[in-house]
């Protein structure tokens, strides 16, 4: 089987004392691929490098560089100047991690506008987006209307069944992660064992977003396949069948070779 986490923050400080053996540990248990978001354009050197280096096992690391929407106060118009001339310079595989984040309920328009300023450099250089989305899919779902040829990948899914339908509808996959290991975790079970199979994409977050069997420590692109067992635990499917589709899924999506 080969996987791709299509969401790992292994750029992360957390990551530095033993990044090479967590790559190793990774490959010997499917992963092919990680996709690496950036944050911040303090970050995106740190992505860029990493990603150019050549990873144990041959495990192939992607790019991609965005301004989080929590980031949103401390970046300047310069880092997105920035943002669009680095994806003019070298090949990144996607604009993110960017999007809408309204838990806190501050800071809506300044999110908001420098959301559709990625949008809009995602747009100019083709590339999809990976979206960061907490209690603002309908705010979403509304700004890309205005973007419909940009598709992309809602990371860590978290919303209902009909809005899934509207990004399914726009081309995007849905991420789901260690999350959905938690038995707790109904709504986001039952969607991702009744959704179309072409939807889904597995991910990590890691270091965050730590799975059932991992509570409490440090999350780890080695245990993507937990997600997928338990994925397939949930479709009443094999594993092997569930890692070549999502797999497949997350290339056509991001383009990767």
């Not at 192939?60 to 100047?81: E, I």
């Amino acid at each position: 089987m080969t996987l791709i986490d299509t969401h790992c923050h292994l750029d992360h400080s957390v990551f530095d004392l033993d990044r090479a053996a967590i790559l190793r540990r990774s490959a010997a248990s499917g992963v092919c691929a990680i996709v690496v978001p950036g944050v911040t354009a303090a970050h995106w050197s740190q992505v860029l490098a990493l990603c150019a280096a050549p990873p144990p096992n041959g495990l192939a690391l992607y790019p991609a560089l965005g301004v989080h929407p929590l980031s949103c106060a401390a970046y300047q118009d310069a880092d997105l100047q920035e943002l669009a001339a680095a994806g003019r310079r070298q090949p990144l595989v996607a604009i993110g991690e960017i999007g809408l984040d309204f838990y806190g309920g501050d800071a809506a328009v300044a999110q908001q506008r420098l959301f559709e300023m990625q949008l809009e450099i995602a747009q100019e250089l083709d590339l999809p987006v990976l979206l960061h989305v907490r209690r603002a899919h309908d705010a979403v779902l509304l700004t890309l209307r205005r973007f419909p040829h940009l598709t992309g990948i809602v990371h860590a899914f978290n919303g209902s069944w009909q809005q899934a339908q509207q990004y399914l509808a726009r081309g995007f996959k849905l991420g789901f992660g260690g999350m959905l290991t938690f038995t707790r975790a109904t709504k986001l079970r039952r969607l991702a064992a009744e959704l179309p199979l072409e939807a889904l994409v597995l991910e990590t977050d890691a270091p965050d977003m730590s799975g059932a069997a991992h509570r409490g420590e440090r999350n780890s692109p080695e245990y993507l396949p937990e997600v997928l067992a338990t994925l397939a635990q949930l479709r009443d499917c094999a594993a092997a069948e569930l890692a070549a589709i999502t797999t497949a899924n997350a290339r056509a999506v991001l383009r990767l070779p």
